[in-house]
Structures are given as C-alpha cells and as structure tokens.
C-alpha cells in the first residue's frame, strides 16, 4: 500500500503510523504536491527503513532520473509520464529497478504493460491533459483483465481509490498493491490522518 504526493515530515510519520508500506513523493514541477528533493532530503533519509521511498517523475531527462534513482533518500522511482521503453530499459541497465505508471486507456495498455521494461506497473485513470493525482477512477475491468492476462506483472492499481471504495476495487482487480493520493487529503499539500486510517484499514480488510 502506497501513499502519495507526500510533502511534508508530519504527513509521512502519519501515513507510516497507518501502515503504509511506501510513501510517493511528487518530483515533477508541474504537479500540485510537488517537492525539490534536495530541500526535502534530510527528513526523508531520516524515515524508517522499512518503507519503500518512492520518487515519482514525468519525463524527466534522463540523467537526471539516473541521478534521483541512486539519491541516497530514494529507494526506488516511478516513471508517470510518457517515458518509452527505451528510457526504462537504460535505467534497467543501470541496475536500477523503477515502476512504470500507464494510464488505462483501452486493451492498448496491456501490451504497453508487457513491453514496459518492469514488472512493477502502475494502472492510473486516463484524464486528457494530466498526469496523475486527478482523483479519476481507473478502469478496473481493464486492470482486472490485465491483471489476468500478465500474471508475473506486480500490478499496482491507482485512480479515484478512497476509504469507500478501495476493498472492492481490490475484490475486483486483485492487485499486488494500491496507491493513494487525493483520497486521503485534507487538501493538496496536506494528508487527512483519519482518511490515511481509514483507507489503510480498509485495504487490510479487502486484502490488498
């Protein structure tokens, strides 16, 4: 379970108090959560090392997603924009792992997830302009079919989750693991404690 466009220390200790098992931090300036890593970096190598620290980019250059993936206070990255595979197979070369989002469109994204370069995909809603952190919800019936069809894939599934409906899109999709955002805010920049424990719960109770 991810919680993401985290950008303070507060919401993260809170976020991990619920159980969340990786944190996403927005890196992308076009992004209303987004924050400069470097300015951030001390609090985050201070997290505990259990959770997974998640850098999330959108066509970043390169070396520059070289240089966030081997920061000391990431441990892993998330391409969320139109990144080809060639991008992801050289930072594969690297030996760096990293998670490529999609946004669902049609049966077109399941052969974009098996061609990917990873098998950790990110299944996010389809909204004409954006990125990501829309609050749009995915389309699970296409997750739910993709999940099927590519079973070594770790499919996590994104898009318009929230408390009251994350258990059956987990019953639905089956999922290796779901990821939050605008469900769980108070507002953009800034988590709700009793929405982060309520979704938290409810994805225990659905299994995911």
């Known amino acids: 379970m991810k919680i993401c466009g985290i950008t303070n220390p507060v919401d993260a200790l809170a976020a991990i108090a619920c159980g969340a098992d990786a944190l996403g931090f927005n890196l992308f300036p076009g992004s209303k959560r987004h924050i400069v890593l470097d300015e951030h970096a001390t609090w985050l190598r201070a997290l505990p ?61 399941l052969a974009a997830a098996a061609a990917c370069g990873t098998p950790h995909v990110l299944l996010d809603a389809h909204v004409p302009g954006e990125f990501g952190g829309t609050g749009a919800l995915a389309d699970l019936d296409l997750a739910a079919e993709l999940v099927r069809a590519q079973p070594r894939l770790h499919v996590i599934l994104a898009g318009g989750l929230h408390a009251g409906n994350v258990a059956d899109a987990i019953a639905r999709v089956q999922p290796f693991a779901v990821d939050v955002a605008s469900g769980v805010e108070a507002e953009p920049r800034r988590k709700d404690a009793e929405k982060m424990q309520a979704f938290c719960g409810a994805v225990r109770g659905g299994g995911g």
């Open 49 to 109: 090392p259990f959770v997974t620290r998640v850098a999330v980019l959108v066509n970043a250059p390169l070396d520059e997603a070289r240089r966030i993936a081997a920061h000391p206070a990431i441990d892993i990255v998330q391409l969320h924009g139109d990144e080809d595979a060639a991008y992801g197979e050289a930072l594969a070369r690297d030996g760096r792992p990293f998670i490529k989002a999609l946004r669902v469109r049609g049966h077109e994204t």
